[in-house]
């Protein structure tokens, strides 16, 4: 038999070749197909999105296979058209595609600058991958999500009367608002107060204490605001008299006593580190711990019944004398050099050693314990955003989440935090924010600023109060070097 020539055997060889590089393409082909994936991109919305307005917050998550991402494209699809609100590309890297197996988008959007009209619209998500699959399946919508574009602020009518506010004072203000208001309230600069549900009779009535914080610039004036769900909101100023205010300065002495007793009690007090330099240390404590001690107190007083809990006119301390007052800019000098400055947020008032600590005024307390600089502290919560503090207490008589009554012994005056003798530091605080006791001592005020706002509607504006009465003052400042 003879043997094949050397051209059929080699034509037979090349043949085989060619169908195993075939077969190894085909091969490579598939790894690289089954390492990408089949299946498409999908989306989802990270937090709910039914409304769209005028400033509105998506946030939409785009998951690939493992070949990554390679387009994107999110739209609001009117019945007038679409607008493209965001999209990019992600170019290949490599084999396998871009890499980028995820991607969030976050975007406020704006319905109106967007050009998209009140009514039905549909936010539509596009996107493509870079595995072989997408060749055939092309662009593919991963998020169809079905919205109402409002591009209507929520209504406001502030009920009329005449306000009156003092720099560090209080005042307080009732309106109605539209049914699709989410959150309303009174800004005053950065400031912001919110309205509460129930007060006044209107089932979509809203009620605000709210205060001209001391540090505020006199330019300031406040206006109610209504958001809703899309984010519309509307602002509406109302007439108002603001008196400025001049607070009282005083310097206050640190000597050696001080520095090497009482700070360092107070920064084991607080878990903190004494610095090398004791004035330093007292700068650690009167700076940052005063710092931290201002947001702990805010956040004790984030939360507030939505109702008024007080009987009354707020009642100063009996046989109580004035140490320092309210918002009073003091100096600290040591060995006659200054080495800071800082606000007194308060009323320090001053009797005698351990003396009883009564309750201002009616209501529930939100907290006892330490806090900073103030030391031993109680705070009452009296509903609607108003609270009261009594620090630097010895001990206190009273727990966490207790009804407590006006002139209700809550605890005994002490030292603790950064006092330097027995004296009671007393504050008023509106949503966290410090205000003059002084207006809140005042029945008369009380009626005509705070009263007379909750009963709704007002047809007539209310006649302006008379000054309030100024506290019983004392010459004696030695026992007040509260913080």
Known sequence: MREPSFGRRAA??????????????????????LRGGFTAPVARLEAPVAVVGRATALAVTVDSGRSG?????????????????AEEEFPRDGMLGSGVSSRTIEKVLDARSAGIEEGPATLVVHARDWSPAASLRGETVVLEQPVRVDLTPPAIDVLPAQHYLTRGGSEAVAWIVGEDTVRTGVEIGSYFFPGDAGVIAD???????????????????????????????????????????????????IDDQFLT??????????????AADPVQSYLLVNRDLRRKSEERIAEITRDSEPRTLIDGAFRQQPGSQVGSRFAERRTYRYNGNVIDTQVHLGYDLASVKQAPVNASNAGKVAFVGNIGIYGTAVVIDHGLGLSSLYAHLSSASVTEGQ????????GRTGDTGLAGGDHLHFSILLRGHHVDPVEWWDPKWLQNRIVAQMSAPAPTPQPAAAPPPAPAASADRAAAQAG
């Open 12 to 33: 037979g060889l090349g043949r085989r070749l060619l169908l195993l590089a075939i077969l190894a393409v085909l091969a490579a082909a598939g790894a690289i197909t």
């Open 203 to 253: 089932p979509n009535g809203r009620f605000a204490i709210f205060a001209m914080p001391q540090d505020l610039d006199m330019s300031a004036r406040p206006k109610v605001i209504a958001e809703d769900a899309a984010g519309n909101r509307r602002e509406v100023p109302f007439p108002v008299s603001v008196k400025d205010k001049t607070f009282p300065a005083e310097e206050i002495r």
């Open 261 to 274: 007793v009482k700070v360092p009690e107070i920064l084991a007090a607080n878990g903190l580190a004494p």
């Open 403 to 410: 009804e407590v009554t006006k002139g209700q012994e809550i």
């Open 69 to 85: 991402l390679r387009t994107f494209r999110v739209e609001l699809q009117g019945a007038k058209g679409s607008t493209v609100l």
